[in-house]
């Protein structure tokens, strides 16, 4: 089970992290994903982790503001959001799964295990 939190409402520019805690399983075990869904829109990935050796990926629009991150002793993935846009606007999600290969991270069925979405709101 994936239970997320943090969010919010944030202004343009600011900051906010995400949390994604696990239970019933380790999370070093998994590969991670941060997806987010905008109203109207698809879910899109946005950010993962591999679970093999704990490379980061991100997709171009975030990269160099979103920092993906997990704390074993934890069991927490995080997802460190800086310089907020209003196009950031989102329900965020985290997921889980095996898949180690990018293409198959990037999509919604690479994943097993899927925490509830939590809500990131950036004002102008």
């Known amino acids: 089970q994936l239970q997320a939190s943090g969010g919010g409402l944030v202004q343009a520019g600011g900051s906010t992290r995400l949390s994604c805690a696990a239970s019933g399983f380790h999370f070093d075990d998994y590969s991670i994903g941060w997806f987010r869904q905008a109203p109207g829109k698809e879910r899109e990935w946005i950010s993962g982790?591999?679970?093999?050796?704990?490379?980061?990926y991100y997709t171009d629009s975030v990269k160099g503001r979103f920092t993906i991150s997990r704390d074993t002793a934890k069991n927490t993935a995080y997802l460190q959001m800086d310089s907020l846009r209003p196009e950031d606007t989102a329900v965020y999600y985290c997921?889980?799964?095996?898949?180690?290969?990018?293409?198959?991270?990037?999509?919604?069925?690479?994943?097993?295990?899927w925490g509830q979405g939590t809500q990131v709101t950036v004002s102008s």
């Open positions: 997921a889980s799964g095996f898949r180690t290969i990018l293409s198959s991270m990037r999509m919604v069925r690479g994943y097993d295990y």
């Open positions: 982790m591999r679970r093999s050796d704990s490379r980061p």
